[in-house]
């Protein structure tokens, strides 16, 4: 007896996986709910109007008597399990393919909305972080790529104005700051378009350079965000004052740990906390070799020490860099950079990543001469960012996306962008995000 239930569950759940790939790859059975334009998906479409449940407990489902299965001929598969075990297997699914889920019955629509299903899908494994790209330097209008799926979505996110703002994510969570006066803070869920604007960060109003960065927390659903401001000393172009401020989510405060006065050195826009880190690079003002141009320093954001000093945390670059960008990796800082050549450093001649241990850089891969040439004119600055083990590359003048695969040390290009270049000097940009259903600011 006990091996039949077995075999019927089994058997049950082999259904629906099946099921579920019939689902996404016959988009005819949800034509009512897809909106395909020009070749692009609209992700409005693919997901109902879906809200956060509130901390309440959640409501047992409806349930078959016995006198309607007496009745029945024959009972839905879906319907043979219960609700936690149905529960289990939806949360496995490509965030997509969930919300999809919820258009198929009303029994359905309550579990992927239950507090108790949020619970169960954040105790999944991560899921593949998507790359969310601007299509134009004036308007926040983008497309964002799953690579689980392999399909670009159209998406508004919440709170942002421009394109140009400040953008940094971490576990679900994109905190956005505005580029002008860089007093308008925004920390949102892209996928529940849940949102909340932050106090005013403290310090000078208007530094000429500002680093952003995020550190959630999906235990305790705390957050932490990061900016680090430079200015300029006056009159004084290889001095500049460079400070931390530092919002805790649980106390909803600002704190300014520490402030410093670099020499030949100055603060930029790229920076990442990490295992409880901040990492920042920063720029070389004169006065040093070609091999100096960059350097990172760190910050430790567990002591809060102000009297430390931050210089002395000094770690060199592995080569001439072109640029560098900042991610967090599983607790583990990696950088990807352009390649100057030794006799002109501005000049980008490939891209290297690397992961750091300790205080030394290890290679961990350069992109083959066959990718760097698909992206045609590179530049010497480009847009990359990534998380959990995918690294998004993609140059600002092309929405051309590059994805290397960390764990299988594999290069591939995404899915072509639905959206094409209008005119020559239209610029793209973009970052990466983790899709999560649980994590609201």
């Not at 759940?13 to 609209?42: A, K, P, Q, R, Y």
């Not at 205080?359 to 998380?387: L, N």
């Not at 993609?394 to 959206?419: E, M």
Request: charged share 20%.
């Amino acid at each position: 007896m006990v091996y039949c239930v077995l075999w019927i569950v089994l058997y049950s759940l082999w259904f629906l996986l099946v099921f579920f790939c019939i689902l996404d790859n016959m988009c005819v059975w949800f034509s009512s709910l897809s909106i395909i334009m020009e070749g692009e998906t609209s992700w409005v479409s693919h997901c109902p109007d879906y809200v956060v449940p509130a901390m309440v407990e959640f409501d047992s489902f409806s349930e078959l008597n016995d006198e309607e299965n007496r009745e029945t001929s024959s009972v839905p598969v879906d319907l043979i399990l219960p609700d936690d075990l149905l529960e289990r297997i939806l949360a496995y699914l490509p965030i997509a393919s969930i919300f999809r889920a919820s258009c198929v019955c009303k029994r359905w629509y309550e579990i992927v909305s239950s507090r108790r299903f949020l619970w169960n899908f954040s105790q999944v494994l991560s899921q593949k972080p998507w790359y969310f790209m601007f299509t134009s330097s004036e308007e926040p209008v983008g497309y964002a790529y799953d690579p689980s799926l392999r399909k670009w979505y159209s998406i508004d996110l919440p709170c942002i104005q421009t394109s140009n703002w400040f953008i940094a994510s971490s576990c679900g969570l994109v905190c956005i700051m505005d580029n002008d006066s860089r007093s308008e803070l925004y920390v949102c869920n892209p996928i529940t378009k849940c949102s909340k604007n932050l106090q005013e960060p403290p310090g000078l109003k208007f530094s000429d350079y500002s680093a952003l960065a995020i550190c959630a927390n999906m235990k305790t659903f705390c957050y932490s965000v990061a900016i680090v401001k430079s200015k300029q000393v006056p009159g004084n172009f290889y001095q500049w004052d460079l400070s931390i401020h530092i919002y805790d989510s649980g106390t909803m405060k600002w704190l300014t740990p520490l402030t410093e006065v670099l020499t030949g050195w100055r603060g930029g826009d790229e920076s990442v906390i990490c295992d409880g880190v901040l990492y920042f690079l920063i720029y070389a003002t004169g006065g040093g070799g070609l091999e100096s141009r960059h350097g990172l320093i760190t910050y430790n954001l567990s002591s809060r020490s102000s009297h430390c000093s931050l210089i002395k945390t000094f770690i060199p670059v592995p080569c001439s860099l072109t640029c560098g960008r900042l991610m967090n990796l599983k607790e583990k800082l990696v950088m990807v950079g352009g390649i100057g050549k030794p006799d002109r450093p501005d000049i980008i001649k490939g891209i290297g990543i690397w992961v750091l241990k300790g205080t030394e850089w290890q290679e961990i891969s350069r992109m083959p001469h066959k990718y760097f040439q698909g992206f045609g004119e590179f530049d010497d600055v480009f847009a990359s960012s990534g998380t959990d083990d995918l690294i998004y590359i993609q140059s600002y003048g092309a929405p051309a996306l590059l994805v290397f695969d960390v764990n299988q040390k594999q290069w591939r290009w995404s899915q072509k962008c639905p959206v094409t270049k209008r005119f020559p000097l239209q610029l793209f940009t973009g970052f990466c995000f983790e899709p999560r259903l649980e994590m609201s600011p």
